[in-house]
């Protein structure tokens, strides 16, 4: 599956955002999709997940209530909905198709394909 994630910019905080990622090569609705982020010096950090059915999300405490993941499997697009944007949420945010175990979204996520990334900046 290729990801082709879009939608990053400069923002000032407070603002809003919208990152899509469309999929093409595979069966989109088969993938479990994430969005992730990495700002500069930082680790990846896996920010929000949704299952196939777009039934179940997960968010990292650091964006709930401001962010929100969905996807529309018709359209082979997943979306970021991005809220009270803060300086702190400069990153480069990439999409993926992910596996979770049993684990839970939390502990038990392994990224199966990368797309590439959109860099979101936020001004204060």
């Known amino acids: 599956v290729q990801l082709q994630a879009s939608g990053g910019g400069a923002v000032q905080a407070g603002g809003s955002l919208r990152l899509s990622c469309e999929a093409s090569g595979s069966t989109f609705s088969s993938y479990i999709m994430g969005w992730f982020r990495q700002a500069p010096g930082k680790e990846r950090e896996f920010v929000a997940g949704?299952?196939?059915?777009?039934?179940?999300?997960y968010y990292a405490d650091s964006v709930k209530g401001r962010y929100t993941i969905s996807r529309d499997n018709a359209k082979n697009t997943l979306y970021l909905q991005m809220n009270s944007l803060k300086a702190e949420d400069t990153a480069v945010f990439y999409c993926s198709t992910l596996y979770v175990g049993g684990g839970g979204w939390q502990h038990d996520s392994t990224v199966l394909y990368w797309g590439q990334g959109t860099q979101v900046t936020v001004s204060s």
């Open positions: 949704i299952s196939r059915s777009g039934g179940s999300t």
